[in-house]
């Protein structure tokens, strides 16, 4: 969508760090989320993140927000072959139900043995 | 975790006939569900919200008389493509929601629609 932005591909070694980036234009927003899909399957919450905080960390995955710049970023990592999928943030802005929330086209990342 | 099904998950029809797909909560309530379009590389797009027991509201520029929501019971939403052409060919994506911390969203695996 364009008020959210994600750069389309992002390729890693197995084993390196993936950091997909993420810029939103609404800052209403009470939490930011990112979104995993494999191939014909839908989507699978990965984790969120509050609008109030600056980190979250959820085993291998750490999410950065930059409420100033409206930036998010989601690092994976050791990341690994099944990782391999469109990763979609997306931003409810000031809707209270997540399902009215805003997609970003998705990155496809793309771990190479 | 919740579990969210879609019924079927690939249909080829002709042009001209409806399709019917079905979204159902396997294991929750979900007052509210939730109708995406996906085109290739694309991002989701949203339809509509489908409320059990009362009409969809749809978004803008999406044609409720084609794209026809029921949220018969806090289980299953329907969507039925009505006189479907090739340019309706789609991964549909049905989403449940369910309130709480961040208003988790489950979705379902998608299916996909392909008119002939």
């Known amino acids: 969508g364009e008020d959210v932005e994600q750069s389309l591909f992002l390729s890693v070694r197995e084993g390196d760090s993936s950091v997909i980036n993420c810029t939103y234009t609404?800052?209403?927003?009470?939490?930011l989320y990112w979104y995993k899909q494999e191939p014909g399957a839908g989507l699978q919450l990965l984790t969120y993140i509050f609008s109030n905080m600056d980190m979250k960390q959820d085993q291998r995955l750490t999410v950065l927000l930059n409420k100033k710049d409206k930036h998010l970023s989601l690092r994976i990592a050791d990341t690994q072959t099944g990782d391999s999928a469109i990763y979609f943030c997306?931003?409810?802005?000031?809707?209270?139900?997540?399902?009215?929330?805003?997609f970003g086209d998705g990155t496809t990342l793309t771990v190479k043995p | 975790g919740a579990v969210v099904s879609q019924h079927p998950s690939w249909v080829i029809c002709k042009s001209g006939t409806s399709v019917k797909i079905e979204c159902r909560s396997l294991?929750?309530?979900?007052?509210?569900m939730f109708w995406y379009r996906q085109f290739p590389k694309q991002s989701l797009m949203l339809m509509a919200t489908?409320?059990?027991?009362?009409?969809?509201?749809?978004e803008q520029g999406v044609e409720k008389d084609k794209f026809l929501i029921n949220h018969a019971s806090l289980t299953l939403s329907t969507l039925t493509v009505t006189s479907a052409h090739p340019e309706d060919s789609s991964f549909y994506i049905c989403?449940?929601?369910?309130?709480?911390?961040?208003?988790?969203?489950?979705f379902g695996p998608g299916t996909r629609l392909t008119v002939l």
């Open positions: 294991d929750f309530q979900a007052t509210t």
């Open positions: 989403s449940a929601s369910v309130a709480g911390v961040a208003d988790t969203q489950y």
């Open positions: 489908s409320n059990e027991g009362s009409k969809a509201t749809y």
């Open positions: 997306a931003d409810p802005k000031s809707n209270t139900n997540a399902g009215k929330s805003t």
């Open positions: 609404d800052s209403s927003s009470t939490y």
